[in-house]
């Protein structure tokens, strides 16, 4: 792979700051937000010259993302989703543990959402295709927090449940290339840099 594939976490939203599990509820970012996605594009724009393909979420907080980032997203895809809570949408992770002792989205079952083995699927499908199409240049995907750190943890073959070890803060952006044919994480959470 000559060419490079960036993932852009959206912007914070209310949810994202008090630690609710936000995966199916389409937020707003908070200005905060707004500010960081504006200044992710920038960012971006210091990194990438041209995009051959960028594909977003279709939740409206990385769709707006993108869009204040300045990127003409070519396709929108559910593929990109965050992962699914089901029943503990909304619920943060110290109210999960009230009845569930030491969970977390990378260790127990989600009850009514997905599992890891449905994550890792969904982002094999969107890495098999940022890989076509990163032939033509450099791929961005715009989406969201634990579902980016599946797709690194992808990219270097790991399960999704490695995603763990990867940090991606609101805004923050990820670049994946290779070296000599290995895959390689060139840069992890990059952050906007914000103006005063």
Do not use: C, K
């Not at 070519?74 to 009845?99: H, K, M, S």
């Not at 634990?146 to 490695?162: M, N």
């Amino acid at each position: 792979m000559a060419n490079r594939l960036f993932l852009l976490r959206h912007g914070q939203t209310e949810w994202s700051v008090n630690g609710r599990h936000t995966g199916r509820t389409d937020i707003p970012l908070t200005p905060a937000g707004e500010s960081q996605a504006l200044a992710a594009g920038g960012t971006l724009r210091s990194l990438v010259g041209g995009p051959s393909l960028v594909l977003s979420s279709p939740r409206a907080r990385a769709l707006r993302t993108a869009a204040l980032a300045g990127l003409r997203v070519d396709e929108v895809t559910e593929d990109l989703a965050e992962w699914d809570y089901g029943d503990y949408e909304g619920v943060t992770t110290p109210q999960i543990r009230e009845t569930v002792p030491g969970w977390t989205v990378w260790t127990h079952p989600i009850p009514g959402g997905e599992s890891a083995d449905e994550v890792s699927a969904r982002a094999d499908r969107v890495l098999a295709r940022a890989r076509r199409d990163s032939e033509a240049g450099d791929v961005i995907l715009v989406g969201h927090g634990h579902f980016s750190r599946v797709l690194v943890a992808r990219w270097l073959a790991l399960p999704a449940t490695a995603g763990v070890h990867f940090g991606l803060d609101a805004a923050g952006i990820a670049v994946l290339g290779d070296e000599r044919g290995e895959p390689q994480i060139e840069h992890l959470n990059l952050l906007p840099a914000l103006e005063d």
